[in-house]
Structures are given as structure tokens and as C-alpha cells.
């Protein structure tokens, strides 16, 4: 095998080649061929610069590197379609010829059986058999879709030379067996396909590796529509939050009432006096032990009944007995 050589690599494929019969393939050869030869010769490339090989209803070119691009392009977007009009319109409709092409460079070897070899050449034989192309060919009117690969476009294309207009290439992101492949169709781009700029894909996943089904409602945080779906969650959050608010509503009896006074910084006004909380009874002491074993009732520690006044500085409502038999005071 020889050392992989830099090239030019022009491919040329009919459209719906297979559903013709042997007559009119025959036909349709002859014409790639002397399609080729003529957009080659246009462009100054001769035999001598070039190798072909022959894949039924396509063409291969390997063209040394030394060949100008910059007229093959040229040549491809205008003698190749000026080409296949003269031969259409002669032509019946079982013998219309349509042509998808790819021209990229890249480094290409020769084995001992004049087989080609190279991972660029193969990244151009998938940019020929793409769906998009196909379909781009599909969808317009003329006869000839034309895609390059990227380094063709950054080193010839975007640079708008006479007759190889930059802003008709539009970039494409086509789909191969090895990932991904990058390229630049002529002309419009097919109705479906994924443009640059265009949306379509499927969201990443945040960094939990999670990502919102489709449709789904990410306005909302996740612990509040959790408890919208879930019956017992949301069951158990009203449950919490009426707990809260009957919480907030008694008042604590140890804590000295307080009247607020409109007009002092900071505190609300008359109208904004929240309304009267009805009394709430207040509970046991916890340190009052009652026994009752008949007769009177004997406890053991401090019970307080009725109104007092002085004890520990405040106010106490009801009786104050101290004792431990029922009835004897202390």
C-alpha cells in the first residue's frame, strides 16, 4: 500500500439509480461520465490529475492536491447544472438524470489491489449517502444537490470567490454509523432536518441527571407538585399547616398581654389589628397530683384558683390552697 497522499475527493451518485431497468442504467452511466469529464475539463483538471474509480451508479475522483478547488466548485455549481438541463430536456421521463455530490479533502492510499483506503474518504462516502442530501435533492427543483465537507468550506467556500457564492452553503450536522458529521449543503435546506440555530433536540440533563418529561410543568418546584400529585403528602401538608395556624392563634398565658398602641414605629395600626382569637382554656398544672380515695379530696403540691394578686409579680385567677390532706389548710 502506498503512503496516504493528500487529495481532492469528488463523488457523483444517481438518483434513484436501482429503479430503472438494465437499458436505461446503461443509459444513465454514460451520461455521469461524460457529465464528470466535461465539469472536470471545465475546471482544468485532466487525466493526468486524477484517478476514478467506477461504483455503478456513483463515480469516485481522487484529484491531486495540486488541482485547483476553487474551479472545481465553480465548475460543479455551474457547468454541472447547465449539463444536466440540456440532457433532461431531451430526455424521457424513465431517463431524467439527477446528481447528488460531495467534494472534500483529506489523505487517501492505495493498496496492491487499487483499493482506496482513508478515514476521510470514508467521512465523504457517508456525507454522499446521508439522508439529508437526499432528501435536499428530493425537495428542489433542479437536478444537482451539492454538499462540501468542512474543510473545504473553511478553506475555499466562506471566502465568497467569483461563482461559489458563500451564503448559499448552509451548515449541517448529518448522521453516520461514527457519530455526527459536519458539512455545508448548497441551497436550501430540507424541511425536517437540523440546522445551525435550530431547536429540536431533546434537553440536557441537569447535573442530577435528571431531565423533565416532555410537557411537564418546571415553573413549579418539585416539592410543591410533588404535593399536588401525592394524596398522602398532600393530606399530611394540610394537616401540618392547620396545626400551625391553630398554634399561632393561642396565646401563651406566661407571656404578659401586650396592648399595641397605633402609631408607635414599627407596629401595625387599628386597621391592621388582626381580629380577637376566642379564650382558650387554659391547661392543668403539671406539678398538681389529685387524689381521691372518698370524703374530701387530698392533692399533694400547689393548686391556684381564683383571682390573686402578688404572686411572683403577676396576676393569678382563682384559689391558693397549699397542703396535702383534702380540706386541712396549711
Known amino acids: 500500500m502506498t503512503d496516504p497522499v493528500s487529495r481532492t475527493i469528488l463523488l457523483l451518485d444517481i438518483e434513484r439509480y436501482s429503479d430503472r431497468d438494465d437499458v436505461e442504467q446503461a443509459y444513465l452511466r454514460r451520461m455521469l461520465y461524460d457529465i464528470t469529464d466535461r465539469a472536470l475539463e471545465s475546471a482544468g483538471i485532466d487525466e493526468r490529475l486524477r484517478l476514478r474509480a ?14 485547483s478547488v476553487t474551479a472545481l466548485l465553480r465548475a460543479l455549481l455551474t457547468e454541472v447544472p447547465d449539463q444536466l438541463r440540456a440532457v ?20 487517501v492510499a492505495v493498496d496492491e489491489h487499487d483499493g482506496w483506503v482513508g478515514s476521510d474518504l470514508n467521512h465523504a462516502c457517508r456525507l454522499l449517502d446521508a439522508g439529508l442530501l437526499r432528501a435536499a435533492l428530493r425537495e428542489r427543483p433542479d437536478d444537482f444537490a451539492l454538499c462540501v465537507s468542512e474543510s473545504v468550506h473553511a478553506g475555499i467556500v466562506r471566502h465568497d470567490h467569483p461563482g461559489i457564492p458563500a451564503q448559499g452553503f448552509h451548515a449541517v450536522t448529518v448522521d453516520s454509523k461514527n457519530g455526527p458529521l459536519r ?15 435550530e431547536s429540536g433536540g431533546a434537553p440536557a440533563p441537569d447535573c442530577s441527571g435528571e431531565s423533565p418529561a416532555p410537557g ?43 396592648t399595641e398602641q397605633p402609631g408607635e414605629p414599627g407596629e401595625p395600626g387599628p386597621s391592621a389589628q388582626p381580629a380577637p382569637q376566642p379564650a382558650q382554656p387554659a391547661a392543668p398544672p403539671a406539678n398538681v ?17 381564683g383571682d390573686q394578686h402578688g404572686v411572683s409579680g403577676g396576676q393569678v ?7 396535702r390532706s383534702g380540706g386541712e389548710p396549711a
Open 317 to 323: 385567677t382563682g384559689d391558693v390552697h397549699l397542703g
Open 289 to 305: 397530683v389529685f387524689n381521691f380515695g372518698g370524703g374530701s379530696p387530698g392533692f399533694g403540691g400547689s393548686l391556684v384558683a
Open 216 to 258: 411537564a410543568d418546571t415553573s413549579t418546584p418539585r416539592a410543591e407538585r410533588t404535593a399536588a400529585t401525592d394524596p398522602t403528602t398532600a393530606a399530611a401538608s394540610g394537616a401540618a399547616a392547620t396545626a400551625a395556624t391553630n398554634a399561632a392563634a393561642i396565646p401563651d398565658p406566661h407571656e404578659p398581654s401586650r
Open 183 to 197: 458539512a455545508w449543503l448548497h441551497g436550501p435546506v430540507p424541511h425536517g432536518a437540523h440546522g445551525p440555530g
Open 88 to 107: 433532461n430536456r431531451m430526455a424521457s421521463s424513465s431517463a431524467q438524470i439527477r446528481l447528488r455530490g460531495v467534494v472534500a479533502t483529506g489523505y
Open 54 to 67: 467506477d461504483r455503478g451508479d456513483s463515480v469516485m475522483e481522487l484529484i491531486d492536491a495540486n488541482a
